[in-house]
């Protein structure tokens, strides 16, 4: 008979050799992980090269004093558009208005003198003619004559000279525009030689663009050309801007200048685009990014900037092989378009690439891949 104490310690033993005996249960194996991948294929690309740019009038034309003398006041408002010809300034026209009045007057004794010498010649003549005075009297009276008119000739010209000084106290605009800050102030003395102008006008419609392009990048540009790597535009280059909040300028622009020669210094080119700006968008001074179309680059490799793994060191991509095993592969970075990333170096076609699903991938993982949508 069984001690009921012991009941416990039996109980106690027998359940690890039952438990030891029990069957064991198979062990589950870890899922594969999924991705997306999409088959890299050459196709062509926009060519299109960004670059840093500052807008500039049209026009920027100084306005400055024709003559000298006090500034008595502004007529127009700083800042706003002006029309050519409109008076800006008016410069205290009493001491001009004082010389043309003797002008004035020396031309109207000058005109009585020439009168005078005028009918004196005229009655010699018929008198010399019938001998009735002297050859003497004659030549008095002609040279008298021609030298009343240069005098009429001289008074006249300084009665121009002080005309143009005393409208040019009206100072006007040279050209149509937007006005910038006035300079000299009201009563000042102002000075035809003075260092600054009285203001400044711009021409803001059109708008210049300039920028340099490196000397490298033309020497690129035109390398894939000549080998065929690049397709060119059949017309000029199409230039566009994107402003400093990121938005794109509605119209795009020209490129009508392009400089014959390489800056020393920087290494690079001079051009400039024209644009529109009929609405006065653009300012001068304005830093913008110039996007230039220049054609198509041929049998390009491109992969999502999705794909692309940064770091400090370098970019990679992961791609999967036949046996479904993740391979990473350095690569060198292009230009990017439209949400792709050239890839100038580090991918081949025909490989596998994967888009979507990069945190469960790790090189040397085997994976399960599926296409992408349309790839």
């Given at each position: 008979?069984?001690?009921?104490?012991?009941?416990?310690?039996?109980?106690?033993?027998?359940?690890?050799?039952?438990?030891?005996?029990?069957?064991?249960?198979?062990?589950?194996?870890?899922?594969?992980?999924?991705?997306?991948?999409?088959t890299?294929?050459p196709?062509?690309?926009?060519?299109?090269?960004?670059?840093?740019?500052?807008?500039a009038?049209?026009?920027?034309v100084?306005?400055?004093?024709?003559?000298?003398?006090?500034?008595?006041?502004?007529?127009?408002?700083?800042?706003q558009?002006?029309?050519?010809?409109?008076?800006?300034?008016?410069?205290?026209?009493?001491?001009?208005?004082?010389?043309?009045?003797?002008?004035?007057?020396?031309?109207?004794?000058?005109?009585?003198?020439?009168?005078?010498a005028?009918?004196?010649?005229?009655?010699?003549?018929?008198?010399?003619?019938?001998?009735?005075?002297?050859?003497?009297?004659?030549?008095?009276?002609?040279?008298?004559?021609?030298?009343?008119r240069?005098?009429?000739?001289?008074a006249?010209?300084?009665?121009?000279?002080?005309?143009?000084n005393?409208?040019?106290?009206h100072?006007a605009?040279?050209?149509?525009?937007?006005?910038?800050?006035?300079?000299?102030?009201?009563?000042?003395?102002?000075?035809?030689?003075?260092?600054?102008?009285?203001?400044?006008?711009?021409?803001?419609?059109?708008?210049?663009?300039?920028?340099?392009?490196?000397?490298?990048?033309?020497?690129?540009?035109?390398?894939?050309?000549?080998?065929?790597?690049?397709?060119?535009?059949?017309?000029?280059?199409?230039?566009?801007?994107?402003?400093?909040?990121?938005?794109?300028?509605?119209?795009?622009?020209?490129?009508n200048?392009?400089?014959?020669?390489?800056?020393?210094?920087?290494?690079?080119?001079?051009?400039?685009?024209?644009f529109?700006?009929?609405?006065g968008?653009?300012?001068?001074?304005?830093f913008?990014?110039?996007?230039?179309?220049?054609?198509?680059?041929?049998?390009?490799?491109?992969?999502?900037?999705?794909?692309?793994?940064?770091?400090?060191?370098?970019?990679?991509?992961?791609?999967?092989?036949?046996n479904?095993?993740?391979a990473?592969?350095?690569?060198?970075?292009?230009?990017?378009?439209?949400?792709?990333?050239?890839?100038?170096?580090?991918?081949?076609?025909?490989?596998?690439?994967?888009?979507?699903?990069?945190?469960k991938?790790?090189?040397?993982?085997?994976?399960?891949?599926?296409?992408?949508?349309?790839?």
């Amino acid at each position: 008979m069984h001690h009921p104490l012991l009941r416990p310690l039996w109980l106690g033993l027998l359940l690890p050799l039952m438990s030891a005996c029990a069957p064991s249960q198979p062990k589950s194996e870890p899922e594969i992980p999924t991705v997306t991948v999409q088959t890299v294929r050459p196709h062509s690309v926009p060519l299109r090269l960004e670059l840093v740019g500052e807008t500039a009038g049209f026009r920027d034309v100084e306005v400055r004093a024709r003559v000298g003398g006090i500034l008595l006041k502004r007529t127009y408002t700083e800042g706003q558009p002006v029309k050519q010809g409109q008076v800006l300034f008016q410069i205290d026209p009493a001491p001009y208005q004082a010389v043309l009045e003797q002008a004035k007057g020396a031309q109207a004794q000058q005109q009585a003198a020439l009168d005078k010498a005028t009918a004196d010649r005229d009655r010699i003549i018929p008198l010399f003619k019938e001998n009735a005075v002297s050859k003497m009297d004659y030549d008095n009276a002609v040279s008298a004559y021609n030298k009343a008119r240069a005098a009429k000739q001289s008074a006249d010209a300084k009665v121009k000279e002080a005309q143009l000084n005393f409208d040019y106290t009206h100072v006007a605009a040279p050209i149509s525009g937007m006005t910038s800050k006035q300079v000299q102030s009201e009563g000042s003395l102002i000075r035809v030689d003075a260092a600054e102008p009285l203001t400044t006008i711009s021409q803001l419609d059109p708008m210049y663009v300039n920028f340099s392009i490196s000397e490298q990048d033309r020497l690129d540009y035109e390398h894939g050309v000549n080998h065929g790597d690049i397709a060119a535009p059949q017309n000029a280059p199409r230039v566009r801007i994107l402003l400093a909040d990121g938005s794109e300028y509605p119209l795009t622009g020209e490129l009508n200048f392009h400089d014959n020669r390489v800056d020393p210094r920087t290494g690079t080119i001079r051009s400039r685009a024209i644009f529109a700006n009929p609405d006065g968008k653009l300012l001068p001074g304005q830093f913008v990014r110039v996007l230039l179309d220049l054609g198509t680059r041929q049998n390009v490799i491109t992969a999502p900037e999705s794909a692309i793994i940064q770091s400090q060191a370098e970019n990679m991509v992961l791609t999967v092989d036949e046996n479904n095993k993740v391979a990473a592969h350095p690569v060198e970075l292009g230009m990017q378009s439209g949400g792709e990333v050239v890839i100038e170096s580090g991918l081949a076609a025909g490989e596998r690439l994967i888009v979507d699903g990069l945190m469960k991938a790790t090189p040397g993982s085997v994976v399960k891949p599926i296409a992408q949508a349309g790839k």
